[in-house]
């Protein structure tokens, strides 16, 4: 025992400062399949040992099972909001008023305004106990188990650089970074469902899923930036806050800089203005804090916000333009969703020219129509939005918008799918054909540069490309008879087609676009299958095994396989078009399953009396068998020992046999297989 329980504290400590090196210091030693094997072998030996598990193992990041509702939680100190203003005349009587309590021109700490949702972090002894949302500021929900999903979010803070107060509760912000924001309205939209209208919005319903699976599943990130309590903790500036916060493995923002004279912080904030639509995440502002810890004890708070600290923002991005047409525009889902073609304006330094409505009832509610003055902004900075109609006093109003009766792709009859117009014709829709290989041309998917949406177009107008399958028969003499295509860039099409043929599996999973599975669910199940047949014939049990896998995903992931057209498209994929690169290590435990127990679906249960549960497993699947971990009414047999608990109640309530661990030995024996043999 003392071996595995060394072995495990050397992983985790070898895991959590490959973590912080990743997470926070952004400069990772090791590949993926590295850290995932150090991984896998902390698990195995939980597995062998689940005496050893505790709080803050890697290993209790994924989400565990539903929870009812959110309990209320009282923070360690208040988490105040902030005195804010967009006009630089209120900066400088902000500065003015610190100058004359101090004394003397005070120096600032400078951190961009991330538009996220504020959180408080509880660490007890160096491990996280505790995390709540700001609530009312001194209230909040705890929402720690979806917290902890989170990989930024350390679950035991390091020691090796300073020593960890007793008790520290931080206070920090929860972001979804803007390509993920976009990732995910995409996959929403092609589920049928209403985008989230920003990333704060979207890292808001995140955070707050009752399944702590689906937290899980989206790419959450997280920035601290103070401490609110840590009794015996002294330190004497904000500067070595962040210095402390990084020393534990709390990853601060990268942009902090330092201000002695208001105008380097006017000068921090137009620099900072200008670099936002490069920025990765979403910023609204920046926040001016005195540096001087000690300094602000003395000036204390109000009722609602400290009076060291002033959030500077920038003004809202909003436009007036008027809207030239609203069109039904097919994705590749079959969703057909009202674009709004506008009169091209300018906000921020991007030209806007079209913006999503996202549905008829979207159209309805905002009462936008053709012709109609308009007020747009870019949705947390980001994606065009429709806000409102002007009203124009006299100006007569065109009809209201109707979303058409016929797909205007493919003239098949729409169906209504809740609030969304959908074209059902999946396999012979042009436009849904040029979604798809767009799609599948995309970085996360094959990456087939020089493939986009102009090309994709092309090839499916003139008739080149009519399913998925025919993108890898293209040649040079057919695509040279294009217009627009060259031999240069006919040789390098072809050439980034034959390197994609060859791909990875995570890769051509995420391109076949299966609904609400994203580039991270792709990932995890190319890990757990480790080739695509094991995956397409994986049944609903071993699927909801796999990390940020629930019901609803699996359904669809079945669904998707069962579907004849995808048999077929799959089929034509990879008959000598599409070579997978699969896991060699996994690609051998899917051969068809032979011996006694050959398909039958085992689960163990309490403390067996001679076997381990590795030996257990081990020799049940040497017989044929699928061993799982939990009860259900697919369960073929449950082996229980001393102290079996509720997957025995549950499998005497479905009528499933159970034997003991003399009768699964008498079994195996049958083959030839025991514990001295197998």
Same mark, same amino acid.
């Given at each position: ?14 895991i959590?400062?490959?973590?912080d ?13 590295a ?5 896998h ?13 505790t709080?803050?193992?890697?290993t209790q990041?994924?989400g ?18 902030l ?21 003397h021109p005070?120096?600032?700490?400078l951190?961009p ?14 491990v ?5 949302? +700001?609530?009312?500021?001194?209230? $909040?929900?705890?929402?720690? @188990?979806? =917290?902890? !999903?989170?990989s &930024? #979010?350390?679950?035991? *803070? ?20 803007v ?20 990333p ?8 707050r ?30 500067e070595?806050?962040? +210095?402390?916060?990084?020393?534990? $493995?709390?990853?601060?923002? @990268?942009? =902090?800089? !330092?201000?002695? &004279? #208001?105008?380097?912080? *006017? ?29 602000r ?19 809202p991005r909003r ?10 525009s097919?994705?590749?889902t079959?969703?057909?969703t ?13 030209t ?21 003055l308009?007020?747009i ?8 939005q ?9 100006r007569?109003r065109?009809e209201p918008?109707?979303?058409p ?8 009859p ?6 969304f117009?959908?074209c ?31 090309s ?13 399958p025919?993108?890898?028969d ?20 072809l ?6 043929s ?9 391109g076949?676009?299966?609904p ?15 080739t ?12 909801m ?5 629930g019901p ?10 069962a ?29 068809p ?11 163990f249960?309490?403390g ?12 049940a699947?040497a017989?044929?068998?699928l ?35 003399v009768e ?15």
């Amino acid at each position: 025992m003392s071996s595995a329980a060394d072995r495990v504290a050397e992983l985790r400590a070898l895991i959590q400062r490959h973590d912080d090196l990743y997470y926070v210091r952004d400069a990772p030693e090791i590949a993926d399949d590295a850290y995932d094997a150090l991984l896998h072998e902390l698990r195995s030996l939980e597995e062998e040992n689940p005496e050893l598990v505790t709080l803050d193992s890697p290993t209790q990041r994924v989400g565990g099972a539903p929870i009812d509702g959110f309990p209320t939680v009282e923070h360690a100190a208040p988490m105040l909001s902030l005195d804010s203003d967009k006009d630089p005349d209120a900066l400088r009587r902000f500065d003015d008023r610190l100058t004359k309590l101090l004394d003397h021109p005070p120096t600032y700490v400078l951190e961009p305004k991330l538009d996220g949702l504020s959180i408080e972090l509880v660490y007890e002894d160096g491990v996280l106990i505790r995390a709540a949302t +700001r609530g009312n500021g001194r209230q $909040g929900e705890g929402v720690t @188990e979806n =917290v902890r !999903t989170i990989s &930024s #979010v350390p679950l035991r *803070l390091r020691s090796d650089r300073r020593p960890v107060p007793p008790f520290l509760s931080v206070r920090g912000e929860i972001i979804l970074r803007v390509a993920a924001f976009e990732a995910l309205n995409e996959g929403l939209l092609a589920e049928g469902k209403s985008p989230f209208a920003n990333p704060r919005n979207a890292a808001a319903g995140s955070l707050r899923q009752l399944d702590p699976r689906l937290t899980a599943s989206r790419p959450l990130d997280i920035y601290l930036y103070d401490i609110l309590s840590a009794p015996g903790l002294e330190l004497p500036s904000q500067e070595e806050v962040h +210095r402390a916060l990084a020393d534990w $493995g709390l990853k601060p923002n @990268e942009l =902090v800089e !330092t201000a002695s &004279s #208001v105008e380097e912080v *006017l000068a921090y904030h137009q620099r900072l203005g200008e670099q936002r639509d490069d920025l990765p995440y979403e910023i609204d502002g920046i926040v001016i804090k005195l540096n001087d810890l000690a300094a602000r004890e003395e000036l204390g708070t109000t009722s609602r916000f400290p009076r060291w600290a002033f959030a500077f923002k920038y003004p809202p991005r909003r436009e007036v333009t008027r809207i030239l047409d609203i069109v039904p525009s097919v994705g590749r889902t079959g969703v057909v969703t009202p674009v709004a073609l506008m009169r091209p304006v300018e906000i921020g330094g991007v030209t806007v020219a079209r913006a999503t409505l996202h549905n008829r009832e979207e159209v309805e509610r905002k009462g936008v129509r053709k012709g109609d003055l308009i007020r747009i902004q870019r949705a947390g900075d980001v994606i065009p939005q429709v806000v409102e109609w002007v009203e124009e006093p006299g100006r007569v109003r065109e009809e209201p918008f109707r979303m058409p009766e016929e797909c205007p792709s493919c003239g098949t009859p729409l169906i209504e799918r809740g609030p969304f117009t959908v074209c059902p014709n999946a396999l012979d829709c042009p436009a849904q054909l040029v979604g798809r290989l767009v799609h599948l041309a995309s970085r996360d998917a094959l990456d087939i540069e020089g493939l986009g949406e102009e090309s994709a177009r092309l090839f499916v107008d003139r008739g080149l490309v009519t399913h998925l399958p025919d993108l890898f028969d293209l040649n040079a003499e057919t695509l040279l008879e294009l217009e627009g295509f060259a031999e240069i860039s006919v040789n390098n099409l072809l050439a980034a087609i034959e390197k994609a043929s060859h791909a990875e599996l995570p890769r051509f999973l995420y391109g076949l676009g299966i609904p609400e599975v994203g580039v991270k669910v792709s990932r995890d199940l190319a890990r757990a299958f480790g080739t695509f047949e094991a995956l397409r014939c994986a049944e609903d049990e071993a699927l909801m095994a796999v990390p940020g896998v629930g019901p609803r995903m699996t359904e669809q992931i079945r669904s998707f396989f069962a579907q004849e057209n995808n048999i077929e498209l799959l089929d034509r994929l990879l008959d000598g078009r599409v070579t997978l690169i699969e896991s060699e290590a996994q690609s051998a435990e899917v051969a068809p399953p032979s011996g006694p127990l050959a398909g039958v679906r085992i689960v163990f249960t309490g403390g067996l009396p001679t076997l381990s549960r590795r030996d257990a497993k081990e020799l049940a699947e040497a017989a044929g068998a699928l061993v799982v971990g939990s009860v259900s009414r697919n369960t073929d047999l449950v082996v229980a020992g001393e102290d079996a608990g509720s997957k025995l109640d549950k499998a005497e309530a479905l009528g499933i046999p159970v034997i003991d661990e003399v009768e699964f030995l008498h079994r195996l024996e049958t083959s030839g297989l025991s514990p001295s043999n197998g």
